[in-house]
């Protein structure tokens, strides 16, 4: 039974299929037939100037603003480069208050040397002196030492 009802389908098919294949024939047919004709009304009035003053209008429209965004932007990076311009303003002064410290703290140290390389100069003259000085006072305490060592000796000390 199955096959019975699945040949009447197909034959119902292909009848469906031949007669829309015969239609679109028939429409192929008029379509090719058909001739189509177009007028052109050339009765109108063209305004030109009026034309070219509306374009005119746009144009300078469009460059008034363009002109303002170039100012706005402009101006943006004018104000961008004068907060850059403070600030480097602000690192020259600061690295100038350094540079004039440490030139003070180099003049400081150098007389520092310099007082260290006068004492080390007079230190020879120093020694020397405090050497002979000692030993002169030595000399003297020997021979001072020999009368009092007799006294010493008297007393039996």
């Known amino acids: 039974m199955g096959m019975i009802r699945s040949s009447s389908v197909s034959a119902g098919v292909r009848y469906f299929v031949f007669c829309k294949t015969d239609e679109l024939n028939e429409l192929q047919v008029q379509i090719s037939d ?17 034309i070219i003053a509306e374009v005119k209008a746009q144009y300078e429209d469009i460059a008034n ?15 961008a480069l ?8 602000d690192d020259l002064r600061n690295t100038r208050n350094e540079i004039s410290e440490i030139n003070r703290m180099i003049q400081r140290l150098q007389g520092e040397i310099e ?3 006068a004492q080390v100069r007079s230190c020879p003259c120093s ?9 002169a006072a030595a000399q003297r305490v020997r021979e001072n030492a020999a009368p009092v060592g007799a006294v010493w000796g008297w007393l039996g000390l």
Request: one cysteine or more; aromatic letters at 6%.
């Open 34 to 50: 058909t001739s189509v004709v177009l007028s052109m009304d050339n009765s109108r009035n063209l305004d030109l100037d009026s």
């Open 65 to 79: 603003r363009s002109r303002a965004e170039a100012e706005s932007w402009y101006q943006s990076k004018y104000e």
């Open 82 to 89: 004068q907060l850059t311009a403070g600030k480097h303003g």
């Open 115 to 117: 007082n260290a390389k």
């Open 127 to 135: 020694l020397s002196c405090g050497r002979a000085a000692g030993l």
